[in-house]
């Protein structure tokens, strides 16, 4: 008996369907798939959902003269900053990408391609919140009712201005937070709760490595997203899958970066 099914389709089709990148015997082979598989449906809708959100919060941008610090003819000049010219194209990177494919293809770094640093500088990261996320009485060193002191302190400690982004949208409470040691000096940690107590932790420290877009790593007993910018690595640990983490990365940059351009 021959089998008529349609074949299966990966993930990454799925992503790449989402974000218009497949050929069309691919997007014909994918619509056939979907139209008898509603769970697969449902999720190519969640991420559409998730890019048209992202589109809408930063469209804007798509139509603005590029700023002259990124203008791309002055990439040539001896005296450009490289660490800007990186700026650029991760900044570029998020507000560009569809939510789901971007994602995604970050998943699974190879190595030529992955940024130095990242899979240490995540491994610390998750490390501290498997440390710390189980604690009861004493989950961070400064709580939450003292946020205005909790953040200048730890501005201080790590030589640059961090705030502790407000996630209340998304259901997340500040619980506090507290000063670690990180792989290149002082990392800041701050930890968030939801109301079913499921936590997540944001992780962030000097680092060296170039700007880059939210990259995803999973297993372990934490999944995570890290990027870097402005010299500055951060990483958003917990147990949810990728899309509630990156939801919570994508509202946690866009503060941090705000703060950081506004020096504070």
Not at 2 to 24: K, M, N
Request: charged residues 25%.
């Amino acid at each position: 008996m021959i089998d008529r099914s349609p074949p299966a389709v990966t993930e990454a089709e799925l992503h790449a369907y989402v974000d218009g990148e497949l050929p069309t015997d691919r997007r014909l082979a994918v619509e056939t798939w979907l139209a008898s598989h509603p769970d697969d449906r449902a999720r190519v809708d969640a991420w559409r959902r998730q890019a048209d959100d992202i589109r809408a919060h930063f469209g804007a941008a798509d139509g603005e003269a590029v700023p002259q610090r990124f203008d791309i003819d002055q990439l040539a000049r001896p005296e450009r900053p490289w660490k800007k010219i990186a700026a650029a194209a991760a900044l570029a990177a998020f507000i560009m990408g569809g939510a789901g494919g971007w994602l995604a293809r970050d998943m699974v770094l190879a190595e030529e391609n992955a940024t130095p640093g990242f899979e240490a500088f995540t491994a610390d990261a998750v490390e501290a919140y498997k440390v710390y996320v189980v604690e009861v009485r004493h989950p961070v060193e400064v709580t939450a009712a003292d946020s205005a002191h909790l953040v200048d302190w730890l501005s201080r400690r790590v030589g640059y201005r961090i705030n502790a982004p407000n996630l209340e949208k998304l259901g997340l409470k500040l619980v506090g937070g507290r000063l670690l040691p990180g792989p290149t000096g002082p990392a800041a940690f701050f930890m968030y709760e939801n109301a079913s107590g499921e936590r997540f932790t944001l992780y962030c420290g000097r680092s060296n490595a170039p700007a880059s877009s939210l990259r995803y790593a999973e297993g372990g007993p934490a999944n995570a997203v890290y990027w870097v910018n402005d010299e500055v690595a951060y990483v958003i640990s917990g147990k949810s899958g990728r899309e509630q983490l990156h939801n919570v990365a994508v509202a946690a940059y866009e503060q941090l970066d705000d703060s950081r351009q506004k020096g504070g």
